[in-house]
Each structure stands twice: as structure tokens, then as C-alpha cells.
């Protein structure tokens, strides 16, 4: 499906984003290469796997000819922001329902979502809880009008081929990549990279949320959804949630740390403490726990 009905009105995207191997000698001795897919330089309005899950879903608004998208998130959801970044890029009107009480004033993720025109409403947590249930959805039909609707997190099945296409991007750039890694959230992503990915290829996501044992059901289904079965080729690390969502912990600061001093030179990155550097770390981990084999190439996705 190509992006025919949108036009894209800001900087040009960069795609198929940069891949770079990464000098570690932590890594190196252990016969492990690394390689980042910055799919955090895409853009900077529609940064990372967001605009992967997102693209597809723009193009089918735009072809049933949509004015308003729709979408639920937590009041620091990155999917929010983008969301909010590709209504003012591409010309939709956004409305952000997100879970609890308005606070001001608004924290800069939700600043942000309104300065590019989105309307924010808020739901009270129980409510919250069936907000994808028709009769929810209904109501807010009857209150907004007509709107596209993405679900919280954007992971459906559009959102998961587009992420699909990431696998296809990265083994034309690295041809001998034996594992991909992904932090996850709702799993859109992992499911996505997964299914899109050759024979003989794994993928692996570390969930940073704490007790995210669901995520594989949840995996399985949005792969069922898209491809029409699940594929056996992926695991998901419960094991670097590092407290929790959006939590953080000594270790990990630490990790941040000694990252952002081996590469300041080398790397514009400063790891994304809620997702990025808890797959950096749990790679880090598995390769000296000897769980990943001497001789893989890796390639992690830097997603935002
Ligand atoms: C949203 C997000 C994720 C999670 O993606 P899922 O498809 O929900 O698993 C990972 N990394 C970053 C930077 C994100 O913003």
C-alpha cells in the first residue's frame, strides 16, 4: 500500500533509516556484533516505531477519507505525541483521549501533543478500562463526530505490518543478521519485526514493563490478526523491566552512564531511559550470560 492519498508536508523522511555497528569490547569478546538501527533519526516529528505503526493506518484513514484520528494513551505516551505529529504533518485533526484527571499545567509530552493541535479529553480510569469497547467507542462518536480510530499504544494489524517492513529494511542492510532486538511496550513492534522476518532469523523484545507475562498472548494474537498465524521465530525477556514502566533503577542509570561515555564521541544518542536502554542492557546481559552464541550478529532497534 503505498502513502498515494497523504502528502507529507514536512522534512523528508529518512528512510530506510541508518545502521551502525557499534565498537564494543564488552560485546567483541564474547564474539557478539552489534549493530543500532536508528530508526530514531526517521524524523523528527514522526520519530522511530511510531511512525512505522502508524504509517499504514494514516493511509487507511486517508483513503476512507477521515478528517479526525482518535487515539488513547497515559498522560507520558509517546504514541500520543506522535499521533499529534502526524495529524499536523499530514492534515488530520487529532483527538487525545487520555486515562485520569487533567493536570496542570500539562507535562511536556501532553504540551507538546496540544502545541501541534491536538485535542486532549480525559477519562476516568474505570471508564478507561473498556475504552475499545463499542459501546465506549460509541459514546464518543456521539460526542466528537466521526474520527479514525487507533488504539491505545497503536499496535492493530496496520500498525504491525508496518513494522513487518523494518524486518525487510534491516536484512537488506545487514544481510548476516542472525537476531533482532526491540524493546516493547504493547508488542506491536515484536510482532511486527517477527512475522516480516526471514527463515533461520530471530527476534527477541524486552518488555519494560514489570509482570509482562501477557505480552505473549499478545504477540501471538496481533501476529494471528495480521499474518493469519503466529510465527515460532521470537522471544520476549521479562527479565529488564528494571522496576517497571517508565521507572528506573541504580543499574540502569549506571548503564546510561557508562554508554553515554564510551560513545559521546562516536554516537548523538542518549539512550531513551523508558524503552531503549532496557534492551541495551538486557543485551548486555544475555551476551555475558553467554545466552547469545558466539558469532551472532545483532541488531538492535534504537526506536526512539
Ligand atoms: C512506543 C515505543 C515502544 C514500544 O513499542 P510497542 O510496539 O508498543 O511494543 C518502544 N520504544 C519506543 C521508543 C517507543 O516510543
Not at 567483541?28 to 511512525?51: M, Q, T
Not at 513487518?164 to 519485526?193: K, M, N, R, S, Y
Not at 515460532?232 to 541504580?250: P, V
Request: aromatic share 8%; with cysteine.
Amino acid at each position: 500500500m503505498a502513502l498515494r492519498t497523504l502528502e507529507y508536508g514536512g522534512p523528508t523522511l529518512r528512510l530506510p533509516s541508518p545502521v551502525l555497528e557499534l565498537r564494543e569490547e564488552q560485546l567483541g569478546r564474547r564474539g557478539v556484533r552489534l549493530i543500532l538501527k536508528r530508526d530514531d533519526l526517521i524524523s523528527r516529528d514522526l520519530p522511530g516505531n511510531k511512525w512505522r505503526k502508524l504509517k499504514y493506518n494514516l493511509a487507511a484513514a486517508a483513503a476512507a477519507g477521515h478528517r479526525t484520528l482518535l487515539t488513547f494513551g497515559g498522560a507520558y505516551s509517546n504514541h500520543i505525541r506522535a499521533t499529534a505529529g502526524a495529524g499536523s504533518v499530514f492534515g488530520f485533526d487529532t483527538i487525545g483521549v487520555i486515562r485520569g484527571e487533567e493536570h496542570l499545567p500539562l507535562n511536556p509530552v501532553l504540551a507538546e501533543a496540544t502545541d501541534r493541535g491536538m485535542r486532549l479529553v480525559y477519562m476516568d480510569r474505570t471508564t478507561y478500562r473498556s475504552k475499545h469497547e463499542p459501546a465506549t467507542v460509541e459514546g464518543l462518536r456521539a460526542t466528537y463526530g466521526d474520527f479514525y480510530l487507533i488504539p491505545e499504544g497503536g499496535s492493530n494489524e496496520l500498525a504491525v505490518r508496518g513494522c513487518a517492513e523494518l524486518a525487510a529494511e534491516i536484512e537488506d542492510q545487514v544481510p548476516d543478521v542472525d537476531l533482532v532486538c526491540c524493546p516493547t511496550g504493547t508488542g506491536g513492534t515484536l510482532a511486527g519485526i517477527a512475522g516480516g522476518l526471514g527463515a533461520g532469523r530471530r527476534a527477541a523484545g524486552f518488555a519494560v514493563l514489570k509482570g509482562a507475562g501477557f505480552l505473549v498472548d499478545d504477540v501471538a494474537d496481533l501476529q494471528r490478526r495480521t499474518f493469519g498465524a503466529t510465527t515460532d521465530n521470537w522471544t520476549i525477556e521479562l527479565g529488564f523491566h528494571f522496576g517497571g514502566y517508565a521507572k528506573t533503577s541504580t543499574d540502569l542509570t549506571a548503564f546510561r552512564t557508562q554508554f553515554a561515555e564510551r560513545h559521546d564521541l562516536d554516537l548523538d544518542l542518549d539512550l531513551d531511559r523508558v524503552y531503549v536502554a532496557k534492551m541495551m542492557a538486557g543485551i548486555f546481559s544475555m551476551t555475558e550470560a553467554g545466552r547469545i552464541p558466539a558469532g551472532s550478529t545483532v541488531v538492535a532497534v534504537i526506536t526512539g
